[in-house]
């Protein structure tokens, strides 16, 4: 997957997450999200990053742990629905779970560079947050319509478990931020 598909795939996600949705169910089994995408795209982010810190090693120091801690939010919140829902499903059900997150939390991750902006930074993150649920209630949908009978009751605990572990990371980031550029 190349730069172009990338910038188009994340406008995709940001502008039309339902017709995304759509189409990403019939091509789902050829991607892996994670690698051609998510990846990608904190990666991203974290380079945009690099200029507003100004001193090279303190940059390079934040745009890893942030990264880090991104990927595992993303992980920490896969593995959280997919127990929520129970641990007996298929390796596929995990493998969407994650999927949607992959593509759900990318305003969360495009907005990274805005946390340098004072106490603006906490409307850019609400902002990206109740979009990035609002892409995930039709990933959810999409993706796990067919296998979960409540999707109801599933989205309004997910949408709690991705807003606490999105702010969970905001402000960690936050913190990491403010603690590497104080040198």
Same mark, same amino acid.
């Given at each position: 997957?190349? @730069? ?18 759509? #189409? =990403?169910?019939?091509?789902?089994? #050829? @991607? ?13 982010? *974290? ?9 090279? %090693? ?29 641990? =007996? %499903?298929? =390796?596929?059900? =995990? ?16 907005? #990274? ?27 959810? *949908?999409?993706?796990?319509? %067919? ?30 931020? %403010? ?5």
């Amino acid at each position: 997957m190349g @730069l172009k598909w990338l910038f188009v795939t994340m406008f995709s996600v940001l502008a039309h997450p339902e017709a995304f949705w759509k #189409e =990403q169910r019939e091509r789902h089994p #050829e @991607l892996n999200a994670m690698k051609d995408y998510a990846a990608p795209v904190i990666a991203i982010a *974290q380079l945009f990053k690099i200029p507003l810190i100004g001193v090279p %090693r303190s940059a390079m120091i934040v745009a890893m742990v942030n990264f880090t801690v991104d990927v595992a939010v993303l992980y920490l919140l896969s593995g959280a629905i997919v127990s929520l829902v129970g641990r =007996q %499903r298929p =390796q596929s059900f =995990q493998d969407d779970v994650l999927t949607m997150f992959c593509y759900a939390l990318t305003p969360v991750w495009l907005v #990274e560079p805005f946390y340098f902006m004072g106490s603006w930074r906490w409307l850019f993150f609400a902002v990206a947050l109740l979009h990035s649920i609002f892409i995930s209630r039709y990933g959810l *949908q999409s993706l796990l319509g %067919r296998e979960v009978p409540n999707m109801a009751s599933l989205f309004g605990k997910s949408a709690v478990i991705v807003a606490m572990a999105t702010m969970t990371a905001f402000m960690l980031n936050s913190g990491l931020i %403010r603690f590497f550029t104080s040198f």
